[in-house]
């Protein structure tokens, strides 16, 4: 639903965090007022912004005149607290002014109810099943060995980056997670999926609006590293009809979700060639880690159609250089670690001088953590292969900073 009764000109966000930063940067340049909320004083919103009130999510009040001051709002994060939010959408002045939608949101936190809700939505997922307690586990154990097939064990909430997750292969796996659960009960209840022989992984943007249609962005390759996004390829080596039928899934899903705003669909690739299959596998509903590679690889950016979206703007964007490959590098804290001051969070030395290099920007976080996300890198290359040797090349230049850190 639109707001028609006048201009949408001050956005809401939901979280300072780098990406709550990088789409303010585009809701200004559009011309809009932005005010973030976020609870950490040290955010990158905050360090690089004026646009941040410091507050609590679970505070209705601050809600409440936090949402006074916007027209529109929105959230770069999906692990907001929601229960003071859903009184404050309550409130007939407020009802409309989230997007995408409550319901999205609590979908996309609570992995049972976002399978449940892909189901509803037509969308193709991973055998799975609910477990309510530990004897569900247990029960299940025979069964899931006999058919020799391998599972991955969830939290319903508050997973991501690879946390909250077991793998059960073997039986010595079985019992050590049987082990380690018996006792808490309140991580129930959990999914237990089967685990499937991927080819790859790929995700899809799509930024919706109720009246201005809707806009893919280009199906995107994404190579993980202990469960944390490495490398984003743009194109993906995959076949151009799966890519597609991606793109028609995710649509798919962002309409009978009635999302408004941007929604990006993770989906595992099953099978090669022209035999490939799609599993969605997760849903996010605001802008992704994966969708940096558009701040280059297309005219307009995952944040400035999120921007256009909230500012009910007509929405286009172009490939630039489409016979190029693109590549995302997030860079983790784990490079910087042994560093013991903001001072030394820099790129190493040659790194903004290579050839390949258009993009690299760090978030100006003041702490390295093994598994933060740090700030990324964007190149292009004539080939894949040639990107990911780049990448190489690029995260071995990070042994000579942390010596020269050291002399």
Same mark, same amino acid.
């Given at each position: ?20 930063? @990088? ?56 692990? %907001? ?5 859903? &009184? ?6 407020? &009802? ?37 307690? #530990? ?64 080819? @790859?992984? %790929? ?30 390829? #743009? ?13 028609? %899934? ?25 035999? $490939? ?20 690889? @297309? ?7 999120? $921007? ?19 590549? @995302? ?63 190489? #090349?690029? &995260? ?10 050291? $002399?």
């Amino acid at each position: 639903m639109t707001t028609t009764a006048h201009t949408i000109r001050t956005i809401g966000i939901l979280g300072a965090g780098q990406l709550g930063l @990088m789409l303010s940067d585009s809701l200004s340049d559009l011309g809009a007022q932005v005010h973030m909320l976020e609870p950490n004083e040290n955010s990158p919103g905050a360090a690089r912004t004026n646009f941040v009130t410091s507050g609590s999510f679970d505070d209705e009040e601050t809600l409440r005149q936090f949402f006074s001051k916007c027209d529109r709002v929105t959230y770069e994060f999906e692990h %907001i607290p929601t229960s003071a939010l859903r &009184r404050v959408l309550g409130d007939p002045a407020h &009802r409309d002014k989230l997007w995408p939608s409550l319901t999205v949101l609590e979908n996309s936190q609570n992995r049972i109810a976002e399978k449940k809700a892909l189901a509803a939505a037509g969308a193709p997922v991973a055998r799975w099943k609910e477990i309510q307690n #530990h004897a569900s586990l247990v029960a299940e154990k025979s069964d899931w060995l006999k058919q020799g097939k391998a599972a991955i064990l969830k939290t319903a909430t508050g997973g991501y980056d690879g946390k909250g997750q077991w793998r059960l292969s073997t039986e010595t796996d079985w019992n050590a997670t049987l082990e380690n659960l018996l006792n808490k009960q309140s991580l129930f209840p959990l999914v237990l999926e089967e685990k499937c022989d991927l080819e @790859m992984e %790929i995700s899809v943007l799509v930024g919706r609006h109720p009246t201005l249609g809707t806009f893919f962005f280009p199906a995107t390759e994404n190579i993980h590293i202990g469960g944390v996004l490495d490398t984003t390829l #743009h194109p993906p080596r995959l076949n151009y009809e799966t890519c597609l039928e991606a793109q028609k %899934i995710a649509s798919q899903i962002a309409e009978r979700w009635d999302v408004f705003g941007l929604l990006c669909v993770e989906f595992f690739v099953v099978g090669s060639g022209q035999n $490939a299959s799609l599993l969605v596998n997760e849903v996010a509903p605001r802008p992704h880690n994966s969708g940096h590679i558009t701040r280059r690889s @297309m005219s307009r950016s995952q944040f400035d159609i999120l $921007a256009q979206i909230l500012l009910d703007l007509p929405f286009v964007s172009h490939q630039i250089a489409p016979e190029l490959t693109w590549a @995302m590098w997030n860079t983790l804290g784990d490079l910087w670690m042994g560093e013991l001051s903001p001072e030394h969070i820099h790129w190493p030395e040659g790194l903004l001088a290579h050839s390949a290099v258009c993009e690299a920007i760090l978030y100006g976080k003041k702490e390295a953590r093994t598994g933060r996300k740090m700030g990324h890198v964007i190149i292009t290359s004539p080939k894949p292969e040639q990107a990911q040797k780049t990448i190489e #090349h690029l &995260r071995s230049s990070f042994r000579t900073l942390k010596r020269g850190s050291q $002399a």
